[in-house]
């Protein structure tokens, strides 16, 4: 039975030098407003047509059925696009796991029973963008959003990044 959960992922001598998980919370700040806006009268207009569907069904018209599963349609749609970049975004971060080593960034993921590692090796040329927080963040530039988001101690992170890639260029010497 294997007891180390890092056992074969880390290579020799790599040491874990910081851990964490990031804040689940929903991020109000990143909605946007012409998707927000967008989203909310399709929402409206969804919601305007499965109520004249429902009043249809009301008054004993089975024909109404047809305009509220449109008009849910159209709610669905709307909301996805006014939240739901948001709410997904909150929800991936609650399944996902930070690992700072002696040599690389490492993110672990557990959506849909689907288990995923995936790291950058820090060297010389790792370029980090640290975002004040709270909560901050210590991200890679020039890869999109990879990195460790919305942490709590994201200042102390950094600082020990910048140290793994300061020990890695002197071990590249000159």
Known sequence: MQTDPWAGLLDPGERILWQGQPDAGIDWRRLRPVPLLVGAIFAATGTAICGMGLRQLAGGDPMGAIPALFGLA???????????????????????????????????????????????????????????????????????????????????VYALARQVQRDAMRQAGP
């Open 74 to 156: 159209f709610v669905a749609v709307g909301l996805r696009a006014a939240v739901g970049d948001v709410l997904i975004d909150a929800w991936r971060r609650s399944r996902s796991w930070y690992t700072l080593t002696s040599a690389r960034m490492l993110v672990a993921t557990d959506t849909f029973g689907r288990r995923r590692l995936r790291g950058w090796p820090i060297d010389a040329d790792t370029v980090f963008v640290f975002e004040e927080g709270p909560p901050g963040s210590v991200l890679l530039s020039g890869r999109g959003r990879a990195g460790f988001r919305r942490i709590d101690d994201a200042r102390h």
